[in-house]
């Protein structure tokens, strides 16, 4: 999938602060035949795996009447344990709002750098399913800990600390809470980063 109208926008993972809702940025995304949109699939940082995986949908760059439909189309949270069981777009739903959106590809996906409008600055607030601490030295993270023994043993050490250390979502930009942690919009772990002398 070619790569269009890059210029000067900005990539939207290279940011510093929130990205400002009416803007366009560079945006990773990837085409696929699905109900509720016929526009590109704006993806929140890249599959988990090659070939049969999923991939986190940036609803940051969906506008209201693609939310409104996946709202009306998909209420499946938690999902199916099961990837063949999962419908091809499952999604958080709470109260009507649209907490996160997930799609199932059968296959290698292509995507490329398309300018999309930004409609709303952060993600929708969910409650966390872990609380993760990062040790970190410069830009890298040299020691983790999480209260879910599961998650812990999923976490990287090592990796740039502006990137979930679960499976690598940009942490820049998201909002910091009262007790300076920011809440990672894939999985939900609440991030909490410490820096060492």
Known sequence: MANR??????????IHGLPEPGREYLVRCTAMAL????RLIP??????????????????????EELAAIAQQQQHYP????????????????????IGVTVENDGLLTWGWFPRRCYRATFPARSPVAD?????????????DCNNPYML????????????PHQGTPLRGL?????GCV???????????????
């Open 5 to 14: 109208g890059s210029g000067t926008i900005e990539k939207i993972e290279k």
């Open 79 to 98: 999902p199916p344990s099961r990837p063949q069981d999962r419908p091809a777009t499952w999604a958080g739903v709470v109260a009507g709002e649209v």
């Open 175 to 179: 909002p910091v809470d009262a007790g």
């Open 35 to 38: 109900p509720w949109t016929n």
């Open 153 to 164: 043993e999923t976490l990287t050490v090592g990796g740039d600390r502006h990137y979930c």
């Open 43 to 64: 993806m929140l940082w890249l599959p988990h795996k090659p070939g049969l995986s999923h991939f986190h949908v940036d609803t940051r760059f969906l506008n209201d």
């Open 183 to 197: 809440v990672c919009p894939a999985h939900h772990l609440r991030i909490k980063t410490h820096d060492l002398a």
């Open 132 to 144: 993760v601490t990062m040790q970190v030295k410069g830009d890298r993270v040299v020691a983790l």
